[in-house]
């Protein structure tokens, strides 16, 4: 048997640069993206530091903030208000992974392949347009005591009208979930209508003919095409329901007591009306961590699940 | 030499665009206005449906040179950090409306309001104060603001709805409860109550009306919030609130609206509701009245009138520091206040000022009036501890929407005061 032949590893050869012009114009490419950099850094990175440092401290809004520890993340986990606000933003997230985005991949699929399909989601898409706050007065008019919804039901004799929509927690939350997949569900649909519409139509035919089709159809391939939509849809409904806001303050200000409250309105009721900056940061560091953290967790999981793929 | 160019241009670029994203407004014009001439003095307020008022008043203070650059909020909670954070830059406004209790203790305490002991030593002697109101702008013995309105604490009334079922005007507690009770008999709704903004006025009435010296410890930490009083107070508002004296609190209809066309037959409100039915064209003393809140408790001896104020401060090294301390003097006088109180429909401060509407006038007549037997005292949300107040909101919005047992949320109140009052020994 021949003795192998021992050949010295070759030389790592650096590749030629295959565009020499791009190479020269990249340090002043750079240049040009340092303000960009700057500003983001000044406008996000320095807040959130400051905001991370004033979650140490006692402050009011005037004067010096007096570094006090982690006393107010104390404060907050002992808080009985914080477990409510955490309750409620975990049924935010639910509630919009389940409804807006639930509702704008039927509005979607429903409508793919029909001629004209794009004006089918227009009505759906329009509430979008309108702002948080805008949505939350609308719908206060629908679901406030002798509203709306509660004449209506009382007209056409049907059950609930003396429920109380606004005021009873937890339906108070959900009922402003509604209200938030009004909202969301067209934008959704319009997302998920793309995503459908990029789908290559061979593979589905190719089903077809193997006698697929309906839910069997749906479930075995076009939804695992839908996939890198579907991450993006998720991904923004999660950070969205993490940090809602406008809809729960126009509509309950978080009432009746706390009862609505989320993390994000807790965060701005005790920065700006209790005046507790030091606790309102601790809310807003614990938002962020989560809000980052469900982020990164999610988005890798999915991103895995496509290269495995 | 290109790339050097290029290089030169985009850390010109960077730097003009840090510049630009991080330089205040430096408007670097002259130093304000001396010597007599006429200012323009910059106004800021969370009052920002007033500016008709205040336009007036300029017609009347341009008299004397003065005129405000009125700029108004709509949200109280953004303008309160507006006017925190105008302090930490070059533009502290010359005036600006904020609030009494411990929320201008605050401003004081950091040296950001200008001091007005002398104003308000003249203001005395002119009788253009009454009594006991210096007490809400007083801190360590010197004044700081002046009061830009105050407002009594009255109950409103349908008019037509009395007359219909035969009523009058209540003249003790029980009397109050008769008629209530008069009303749900009818399918009527005695009372007006809101579980946001205003969820504390009830308990405010009350506790004043059963035991003025409970509701002064409160303010102080010398009483409690589980006190027999207090609590008494509580169980008496829950029996009103579940023999359905009062809307259901889920209703966002305007306040003047409801009383205005008798969907609630009362309303406890301060006298700035008067402006409020006014603008729904409710004419005073024909569509509706006003009468003192009975107490409570018939043992206790005066009446007890709740009172709000306002106050108008200056700004320490503001732009015209000075002439905004003139403007706050001038605000005092009877002349200010007489069109001030015409225009805005109200009361005013000042006891020389004419009150225009009658019920008003009478109402003012029996409280600050000879031999007035009425106790003034401050607003809860003003009188108590910001901590213990946001505390009072979450509190009080739950009992006015649900009646639970009272116990754990005095619990809670009185745990968070007795935090509070610990910090400050």
């Known amino acids: 048997m021949a003795a192998p032949t021992v050949t010295a590893p070759a030389a790592p050869v650096r590749p030629a640069p295959q565009n020499p012009t791009r190479d020269a114009y990249r340090w002043p490419a750079r240049v040009f993206v340092l303000p960009g950099l700057l500003i983001v850094a000044v406008l996000l990175y320095l807040p959130f530091v400051w905001t991370s440092y004033l979650s140490l401290t006692e402050y009011n809004g005037l004067g010096d903030p007096e570094f006090v520890g982690l006393e107010k993340y104390q404060a907050m986990f002992a808080d009985a208000g914080f477990a409510t606000s955490l309750r409620n933003t975990l049924f935010w997230v639910l509630g919009t992974l389940v409804f807006p985005v639930g509702f704008g991949l039927l509005i979607a699929v429903l409508a793919h392949g029909i001629k004209g399909s794009f004006w089918y989601r227009v009505p759906f898409l329009l509430p979008y347009a309108i702002s948080g706050v805008a949505v939350g007065v609308i719908w206060t008019f629908i679901l406030q005591s002798g509203g709306a919804l509660d004449e209506a039901l009382m007209f056409l004799n049907l059950p609930g009208a003396d429920l109380r929509w606004l005021l009873d927690a937890p339906l108070n939350t959900f009922v402003m979930i509604a209200a938030a997949t009004w909202q969301g569900a067209g934008v959704n649909a319009l997302l998920f209508g793309i995503g459908l519409q990029s789908i290559p139509k061979e593979p589905i035919e190719a089903a077809r003919l193997d006698g697929a089709s309906g839910w069997t159809l749906f479930r075995t391939m076009t939804w695992p095409m839908l996939t890198p939509l579907t991450t993006v849809v998720i991904g923004l409904s999660i950070v969205g329901s993490l940090k809602q806001f406008d809809i729960i303050w126009a509509m309950t200000k978080g009432g009746p007591g706390a009862s609505s409250e989320t993390l994000a309105l807790t965060m701005y009721k005790e920065t700006f009306v209790s005046n507790d900056y030091g606790f309102g940061a601790a809310v807003a560091v614990f938002l962020t961590v989560v809000t980052v953290a469900a982020s990164v967790i999610y988005l890798r999981r999915q991103l895995a699940d496509a290269k495995g793929a | 030499m290109k790339r050097k160019t290029l290089l030169v241009t985009g850390a010109t670029a960077s730097l003009a665009m840090i510049l630009a994203a991080c330089g205040g407004t430096d408007d670097g014009e002259g130093a304000g206005n001396e010597g007599g001439e006429d200012v323009t003095l910059g106004f800021y307020t969370d009052k920002a449906a007033w500016e008709p008022s205040f336009d007036a008043m300029n017609e009347e203070s341009q008299k004397s040179g ?304 000879e031999g007035s037997n009425y106790t003034i005292q401050q607003r809860y949300l003003e009188a108590n501890p910001l901590p213990v107040y946001t505390l009072s909101t979450e509190v009080f919005g739950d009992f006015v929407t649900n009646a639970p047992d009272p116990m754990p949320g005095l619990e809670r109140l009185q745990a968070e005061a007795e935090a509070y009052w610990a910090d400050q020994k």
């Open chain 2, 66 to 369: 003065m005129t405000l650059d009125f700029t108004g909020y709509s949200d109280p909670t953004a303008f309160d950090s507006f006017i925190k954070q105008s302090f930490r830059t070059d533009s502290v406004p010359d005036l600006f409306t904020w609030h009494t209790g411990g929320q201008l203790a605050d401003l004081v305490d950091q040296g950001l309001v200008a001091e007005t002991t002398d104003l308000w030593a003249e203001a005395e002697a002119n009788g253009s104060v009454p009594e006991g109101l210096i007490d809400n702008y007083t801190y360590d013995g010197k004044q700081y603001c002046v009061p830009l309105n105050v407002a009594y604490w009255p109950v409103y009334y349908n008019k037509a709805v009395f007359e219909e079922y035969d009523l009058e005007v209540p003249e003790s507690w029980a009397d109050l409860m008769e008629i209530a009770q008069t009303l749900v008999d009818n399918g009527e709704v005695p009372f007006h109550q809101m579980n946001i903004i205003f969820e504390f006025v009830w308990f405010q009435a009350m506790l004043a009306g059963n035991s003025p010296e409970s509701y002064q410890g409160l303010q102080t930490g010398d009483a409690s919030y589980t006190d027999p009083e207090v609590v008494e107070v509580m169980e008496q508002w829950k029996h009103m609130i579940d023999s359905g004296y009062f809307i259901d609190p889920g209703v966002t209809t305007d306040p003047q609206t409801l009383l205005a066309n008798g969907d609630v037959a009362m309303a406890y409100f301060g006298t700035f509701f008067t402006g409020q039915l006014t603008d729904i064209d409710a004419k005073s003393g024909e569509d509706y009245g006003v009468f003192t809140m009975p107490n409570m408790n018939p043992d206790v001896e005066n009446r007890q009138m709740i009172l709000e104020t306002g106050p108008l401060c200056v700004g320490v090294g503001s732009e015209n520091e000075q002439a905004a301390l003139d403007y706050s003097a001038w605000w005092m006088t009877d002349e200010a206040q007489t069109t001030w109180s015409s225009e805005r429909g109200d009361v005013s401060f000042n006891p020389n000022a004419d009150v225009a509407d009658p019920e008003l006038s009478a109402l003012v007549e029996e409280v600050t009036g």
